[in-house]
């Protein structure tokens, strides 16, 4: 497979990881938008929320977990935080691995301006 998050999950791409589990990852995205900006992904290749499986859905909880955990160990808590999906090319997905975006540390710009 020639997906780069499937290569991070198993370590023949190196990371800064802040959290693992058996089905979960998170790490610093090598290009921040904002202070905090961690990714968390599941180990298991999804490409995206349009091909989870039933069996898949518990997941999006699992992150939602660790992304709350990951926003008090890194001091965004209180301050706030933004959880971010981009689902398909016009959605802003670049990389076709289900992948949330923590972002805090700083005011976040408004997602669309008007």
């Given at each position: 497979m020639d997906c780069i998050f499937c290569k991070i999950a198993e370590g023949s791409i190196p990371s800064r990881k802040v959290f693992e589990n058996d089905r979960?990852?998170?790490?610093?995205?090598?290009?921040?938008?904002?202070?905090?900006?961690?990714?968390?992904?599941?180990?298991?290749?999804?490409?995206?929320?349009?091909?989870?499986?039933?069996?898949?859905?518990e997941l999006?909880?699992?992150?939602?977990?660790?992304?709350r955990l990951l926003a008090k160990e890194h001091g965004v808590e209180d301050s706030g935080y933004r959880l971010v999906n981009n689902c398909g090319k016009d959605g802003g997905q670049e990389v076709f691995h289900l992948h949330f975006h923590l972002m805090g540390g700083a005011k976040l710009g408004p997602l669309f301006s008007r």
């Amino acid at each position: 497979m020639d997906c780069i998050f499937c290569k991070i999950a198993e370590g023949s791409i190196p990371s800064r990881k802040v959290f693992e589990n058996d089905r979960i990852l998170a790490f610093h995205d090598i290009q921040p938008a904002a202070p905090v900006h961690i990714l968390i992904i599941p180990k298991k290749h999804i490409p995206s929320l349009n091909e989870m499986g039933d069996k898949d859905w518990e997941l999006i909880g699992e992150i939602a977990k660790t992304a709350r955990l990951l926003a008090k160990e890194h001091g965004v808590e209180d301050s706030g935080y933004r959880l971010v999906n981009n689902c398909g090319k016009d959605g802003g997905q670049e990389v076709f691995h289900l992948h949330f975006h923590l972002m805090g540390g700083a005011k976040l710009g408004p997602l669309f301006s008007r």
